[in-house]
Every structure is written in C-alpha cells, then in structure tokens.
C-alpha cells in the first residue's frame, strides 16, 4: 500500500510542477498508471509471487484509488 501511494504521489507532485499540463492530462497519467499496477498485480497474483489475499486486497485499494481519481476528474 505504501508503494502505491508514494508513486501515486511521486507522479503528482511531478506533473504539478509543470505548468503546461492541465488537471485533465495529469488525472489520464495518473489512471493509466493505476491500471498498469492492477495489471501487474493480477500477474503477480497469477504467477503465485503475492498471495491471492493480499493481492486481491491491493487490488481492491487500486479500484478505490481509481474511482477517487474519476470523481475528481468528473466532479462527482
């Protein structure tokens, strides 16, 4: 979980220190980038290198990161 957030961060605070990139491209990178860890994880879990508990654990705390990041690109 600590991963996941610092990269979550580490990806923020470098696309808010460019100005040219607008809210709605910095919210598309940084769900792509959380898809990409669901992605993972589930090969991970496939691969037997995460247990399935924690792995679905993680999982369902990207899907919760994820549906934050779309209420606040579309204001819900």
């Known amino acids: 979980m600590n991963k996941i957030i610092?990269?979550?961060g580490a990806i923020i605070?470098?696309?808010?220190n460019n100005p040219q990139r607008n809210k709605n491209q910095v919210l598309y990178e940084i769900t792509?980038?959380?898809q990409y860890m669901k992605e993972w994880m589930w090969e991970d879990i496939e691969?037997?290198?995460v247990d399935s508990a924690y792995g679905v654990w993680y999982?369902?705390?990207?899907?919760?990161i994820e549906d934050?990041?779309?209420q606040i690109k579309y204001g819900k």
């Not at 999982?59 to 919760?64: G, H, R």
């Open 13 to 16: 605070t470098m696309s808010c």
């Open 68 to 70: 934050k990041i779309i």
């Open 47 to 49: 691969l037997g290198k």
């Open 6 to 8: 610092i990269t979550i």
């Open 59 to 64: 999982l369902q705390s990207l899907n919760e």
């Open 32 to 34: 792509n980038e959380v």
